[in-house]
């Protein structure tokens, strides 16, 4: 009766690391996706923004024009992947307004990935960092900030194909100094091969847009062929 009973906890054991090995190389094909579909480079929505504007729709419906360069970067005290991101004020990238970086991991079950953005203690310290490695690779959780409640889970759906997933409801907070109040953002992601859409809409407590189109169209920004590597 031992033996059989030694016998039966080994098989659930094993049993048991061959589900975990197998959710292991469900996650990291997905992180590999995630790398392979984020082309290192700038993306815009501005196909998307001439069309709102040739369309003559309501102001408050035109998507703003965005400018975002993504590069994936090694940070030796973050795991999963690493992406260095960077937002301009227009077309000419010369003027930095936002810096970061964006984090994939996997989540159990190997159906989903969590995407995490951390922002620089000192951004302007940060700016372009992606051309200095050396400097990422010094990184440590003291130089950035984040809040776990702003996380999106990115669920894999092979029929599209993309990765797409909400913010939790009423679970990121952003202060508005301007107003003395604090916002809430209600956000979505979707990844796709060389896209990368997002909401990005901020409301008060009533409700009411504070930051953001109207439309609940994602602003859907694409790859360009400005390789960020040679600038």
Same mark, same amino acid.
């Given at each position: 009766?031992?033996?059989?009973?030694?016998? =039966?906890?080994?098989?659930?054991?094993? %049993?048991?690391?061959?589900?975990?090995?197998? !959710?292991? /190389?469900? =996650?990291?094909? *997905?992180?590999?996706?995630?790398?392979?579909?984020?082309?290192?480079?700038?993306?815009?929505?501005?196909?998307?923004?001439?069309?709102?504007?040739?369309?003559?729709?309501?102001? &408050?419906?035109?998507?703003?024009?965005? $400018?975002? %360069?993504?590069?994936?970067?090694?940070?030796?005290?973050?795991?999963?992947?690493?992406?260095?991101?960077?937002? $301009? *004020?227009?077309?000419?990238?010369?003027?930095?307004?936002?810096?970061?970086?964006?984090?994939?991991?996997? !989540?159990?079950?190997?159906?989903?990935?969590?995407?995490?953005?951390?922002?620089?203690?000192?951004?302007?310290?940060?700016?372009?960092?992606?051309?200095?490695?050396?400097?990422?690779?010094?990184?440590?959780?003291?130089?950035?900030?984040? /809040?776990? =409640?702003? /996380?999106?889970?990115?669920? $894999?759906? /092979?029929?599209?194909?993309?990765?797409?997933?909400?913010?939790?409801?009423?679970?990121?907070?952003?202060?508005? &100094? %301007?107003? !003395?109040?604090?916002?809430?953002?209600?956000?979505?992601?979707?990844?796709?091969?060389?896209?990368?859409?997002?909401?990005g809409r901020y409301v008060?407590?009533?409700?009411?847009?504070?930051?953001?189109? !109207?439309? &609940?169209?994602?602003?859907? *920004?694409?790859?360009?062929?400005? &390789?960020?590597?040679?600038?």
């Amino acid at each position: 009766m031992k033996i059989l009973l030694a016998k =039966g906890l080994a098989l659930a054991l094993a %049993m048991g690391s061959a589900h975990a090995f197998a !959710e292991d /190389d469900a =996650g990291e094909r *997905l992180l590999n996706r995630v790398s392979d579909w984020m082309a290192p480079g700038y993306y815009d929505n501005m196909s998307q923004v001439t069309r709102d504007l040739e369309a003559g729709i309501d102001d &408050d419906l035109v998507h703003r024009p965005m $400018y975002q %360069m993504f590069v994936p970067v090694d940070v030796p005290k973050l795991n999963g992947r690493i992406f260095f991101q960077q937002a $301009y *004020l227009d077309s000419d990238l010369s003027a930095v307004i936002r810096v970061g970086l964006m984090q994939f991991t996997p !989540e159990p079950g190997g159906q989903a990935v969590r995407l995490r953005e951390y922002q620089f203690a000192s951004e302007e310290a940060f700016h372009n960092a992606y051309q200095t490695p050396e400097k990422l690779a010094q990184i440590t959780t003291d130089d950035l900030t984040w /809040d776990e =409640g702003c /996380d999106f889970v990115l669920t $894999y759906d /092979d029929s599209v194909p993309e990765f797409r997933g909400p913010i939790g409801e009423n679970s990121c907070f952003l202060p508005f &100094d %301007m107003f !003395e109040m604090e916002l809430v953002a209600e956000d979505e992601v979707v990844i796709r091969p060389g896209e990368f859409w997002f909401l990005g809409r901020y409301v008060d407590a009533e409700g009411n847009i504070m930051w953001g189109t !109207e439309s &609940d169209e994602l602003n859907k *920004l694409v790859y360009t062929d400005r &390789d960020p590597i040679y600038e």
